[in-house]
């Protein structure tokens, strides 16, 4: 079944199928927090932390979880998750340190088990991943972009900048399509060879890019950018945003602070659906 699942703080997850009727509200244990969310292989996946471990919750139906822990002794956090090549890609490292954040990935092909930590090349975490074709592109802190085939060894892109920090990567049309802080939107077609750098309005910042089917659709702090490539862009002003959209049923579903259930059919204008008692982090749909 595709369902909306929607993730965040106390262990929060709740469910729709067309994201208006929200249900299954589920809480867990007070300061568990769930950061990301993916879906694929007939099953949701949430991911976050508790104390020092992580927590990974998993359901077919979005009424059952299965929730799991593992110790990240208090440095190894996952914060990003996404499907592609047949399985579960979890991304982390130690937020708080100075220096390297020793980054890694975590895998899985059902989203119950999981590999080791496998930490990875480079200095600072992965925070967003996109699947494209042969390869995995993420996008994380200080300007980092970095290319895998195979999740395990990275290639980071050159002759980047700490200001144009990339917030979320989506792939489609045949290139990956990252979008970040003041309407900046870069193209790549191999996560190496970063393009077509189109910045944008002070302030606008973009928190979510999605495919679907026949359009980018980067959703903005303020304006909301469509195009069909990635090459050619349209502003739209748009209003009561959300931090996070996922697209689905036709339509498109965001959340906001605090707790805010979003809903639009054009990813302009934005209607409030549900209220929950805590914030909520990530959204998926599939």
């Known amino acids: 079944m595709s369902l909306f699942v929607a993730v965040g703080h106390q262990g929060q997850r709740i469910v729709s199928e067309d994201g208006a009727e929200w249900k299954n509200l589920q809480l867990g244990k007070e300061g568990e927090t769930y950061r990301a969310a993916a879906a694929g292989n007939g099953v949701h996946v949430a991911v976050g932390n508790f104390g020092g471990a992580n927590i990974i919750a998993t359901s077919k139906d979005g009424a059952k979880w299965d929730v799991s822990n593992r110790d990240g002794q208090y440095k190894n956090f996952i914060r990003g998750l996404a499907f592609g090549d047949g399985g579960f890609l979890a991304i982390g490292g130690d937020p708080g340190s100075v220096g390297s954040s ?61 200001t144009d920090t990339l917030v979320d990567v989506v792939f489609g049309a045949g290139k990956f399509v990252g979008v970040g802080l003041h309407g900046l939107r870069s193209v790549t077609e191999d996560g190496q060879k970063w393009t077509h750098r189109f910045p944008g309005e002070e302030g606008e910042h973009i928190n979510s890019i999605l495919w679907v ?6 959703v903005g702090q303020g304006a909301t950018y469509l195009s069909p490539d990635g090459l050619e862009w349209t502003r739209k002003e748009n209003k009561d945003a959300p931090l996070t959209a996922a697209f689905g049923a036709g339509v498109f579903v965001g959340t906001n602070y605090k707790g805010k259930i979003l809903r639009s059919t054009d990813a302009v204008e934005w209607k409030q659906v549900y209220k929950a008692e805590h914030h909520l982090e990530a959204v998926v749909f599939g």
């Not at 925070?127 to 990275?154: F, H, I, N, P, Y």
């Open 213 to 218: 089917g026949d359009r980018f659709v980067a």
């Open 102 to 162: 020793s980054p890694f990935v975590v895998r899985s092909a059902d989203g119950a088990k999981w590999d080791d930590y496998m930490f990875i090349s480079g200095k600072h975490i992965l925070r967003r991943l996109a699947w494209g074709t042969d390869r995995w592109v993420g996008v994380g802190d200080r300007g980092r972009r970095a290319m895998s085939k195979d999740g395990k060894e990275w290639v980071d892109a050159g002759d980047l900048k700490a």
